[in-house]
């Protein structure tokens, strides 16, 4: 089968990678263009860039594919049967959705038409999500919208963060690629409408959805603290500057929203709902990441100091 990839980030390789092992025939990888990053804002591939390069096949960086009139020859003048996107990081115009006899196809990662949207392994987290998994789709016009092909389930544990789960759903999508592949070259796999009724979204993250308020419950707090890792991750203010919370768990205490209360040589927050954080590794502004102990022995943090802005008993 002659095929087409697009795909940018970590998470697409595995799929890339899973085709050319399987024996279909990648002619065109289509990724973002490089990027500026780091201190010296030189430019640096996409891993999928990378891996294509290692793979011995062709690689396309359009700035824009929509009304690329070069672009959309080259793709046409290639025939592919299907075009597989993962995580491009680009609408996918009606054009390129037509050109395929087999479609643009989808390896999203949330069991659709639950999180639909760019971070659906951050929010199922966050939202306490015990069970998610990924989904292979054919792209529509629409955002995460399209009939679905086939999906498999992942149970979320209590320890899983979003760093966790971003490899194991990536080999999970590029297994589940390739067996919506051959279940259509079959034809054993027949697209199935998404219920809209049980659509919910996923929007992209921002440097806010991190900011921890302690009027949820440590459970809630806890939840968003593992499904926001790396970034934007937890965090309140500490004495005027940024307290980063890299790990905490929830325990029942009645202690006033955002109020530190020491329990031995342990520091609990006060959270809604009649609950509390633990604090287990923290870091403050300028400072090395470092075990509550460790906070404790060196700024000496008092019963009743209250930690944020505005929070409730404040």
């Known amino acids: 089968m002659s095929l087409v990839f697009a795909g940018t980030p970590r998470f697409a390789v595995p799929t890339l990678e899973k085709l050319v092992e399987s024996g279909f025939h990648v002619r065109l990888v289509v990724t973002q263009p490089d990027r500026p990053r780091g201190r010296g804002m030189e430019l640096v591939p996409s891993p999928v860039k990378e891996s294509a390069h290692k793979l011995g096949i062709p690689v396309a960086q359009p700035e824009k594919i929509k009304t690329n009139a070069e672009f959309q020859a080259e793709l046409t003048a290639l025939k592919p049967e299907a075009i597989i996107v993962v995580g491009y990081g680009r609408i996918i115009p009606l054009w390129m959705i037509d050109l395929p006899k087999l479609g643009n196809l989808n390896v999203h990662a949330s069991l659709l038409p639950k999180y639909r949207g760019a971070a659906p392994i951050q929010w199922a987290i966050a939202s306490g999500e015990t069970v998610t998994g990924v989904t292979t789709m054919r792209i529509d016009a629409g955002l995460d919208t399209g009939p679905i092909l086939l999906q498999r389930e992942h149970p979320i544990g209590p320890h899983d963060t979003s760093e966790t ?6 080999i999970m999508g590029a297994e589940l690629m390739i067996e919506t592949l051959r279940g259509l070259q079959a034809g054993t796999v027949h697209p199935i409408p998404q219920n809209e009724d049980r659509a919910t979204l996923a929007p992209i993250l921002n440097k806010e959805d991190g900011r921890i308020d302690f009027r949820r419950s440590a459970t809630e707090i806890w939840n968003r603290l593992r499904g926001f890792q790396p970034w ?44 509390a954080l633990e604090l287990i590794e923290v870091q403050v502004e300028g400072k090395k990441r470092m075990s509550a102990s460790d906070f404790v022995n060196g700024y000496r943090p008092y019963d009743g100091e209250v930690l944020g802005e505005g929070v409730v008993g404040r």
């Not at 789960?165 to 990536?170: E, I, K």
């Open 165 to 170: 789960m971003v490899p194991v759903l990536a």
């Open 232 to 275: 934007p991750g937890a965090f309140t203010s500490f004495r005027g500057k940024n307290l980063h919370v890299w790990s905490a768990r929830p325990v029942e205490a009645e202690i006033p929203p955002g109020t530190i209360q020491m329990e031995g040589h342990l520091p609990l927050v006060g959270c809604g709902e009649h609950s």
